[in-house]
């Protein structure tokens, strides 16, 4: 892929979850058990965990904001693909995604952020039901 994205499918969760705890330690002395149990599972929870990275460069058309979201978007059609392939995903941010000390752990460039990750695997049990919204309450026409 070229540009400022970057994707590292992380099939060592034993690796990210060490990322995760120690990252969790340093931004908090006093974690509780549960939070630890968390952050030390949470790679375990999906067989594969795509890591979305972006990394923008200087560019004379392209600010980075626009590198940003445009990883943003590769993230979203990666979801769309696996769905359309069968599989569930779900996309997840929290404490470990626009992190310095993350970034340095996963030694990315200085420029570099995890601005996602992508839990992949297969669907267990029923969908969750989504919410029907009104499109009025989202969307202005002009005009």
């Given at each position: 892929?070229?540009?400022?994205?970057?994707?590292?499918?992380?099939?060592?969760?034993?690796?990210?979850?060490?990322?995760?705890?120690?990252?969790?330690?340093?931004?908090?002395?006093?974690?509780?058990?549960?939070?630890?149990?968390?952050?030390?599972?949470?790679?375990?929870?999906?067989?594969?965990?795509?890591?979305?990275?972006?990394?923008?460069?200087?560019?004379?058309?392209?600010?980075?904001?626009?590198?940003?979201?445009?990883?943003?978007?590769?993230?979203?059609?990666?979801?769309?693909?696996?769905?359309?392939?069968?599989?569930?995903?779900?996309?997840?941010?929290?404490?470990?995604?626009?992190?310095?000390?993350?970034s340095k752990r996963l030694e990315?460039?200085?420029?570099?952020?995890?601005?996602?990750?992508?839990?992949?695997?297969?669907?267990?049990?029923?969908?969750?039901?989504?919410?029907?919204?009104?499109?009025?309450?989202?969307?202005?026409?002009?005009?």
């Amino acid at each position: 892929m070229q540009g400022g994205a970057r994707y590292i499918n992380l099939f060592y969760q034993k690796k990210l979850s060490k990322i995760f705890i120690e990252t969790a330690r340093e931004l908090n002395k006093e974690l509780t058990d549960i939070q630890i149990t968390k952050y030390t599972e949470a790679p375990f929870r999906a067989p594969m965990i795509i890591v979305l990275i972006s990394n923008p460069k200087e560019h004379p058309k392209v600010p980075a904001v626009e590198q940003i979201i445009s990883t943003g978007c590769a993230g979203q059609n990666i979801l769309l693909s696996l769905n359309a392939m069968g599989y569930g995903a779900i996309w997840r941010t929290g404490n470990f995604a626009f992190n310095e000390l993350i970034s340095k752990r996963l030694e990315l460039e200085s420029s570099a952020q995890v601005i996602g990750y992508i839990y992949t695997g297969t669907t267990t049990g029923k969908n969750k039901t989504i919410p029907i919204h009104d499109l009025e309450d989202y969307v202005v026409i002009l005009g």
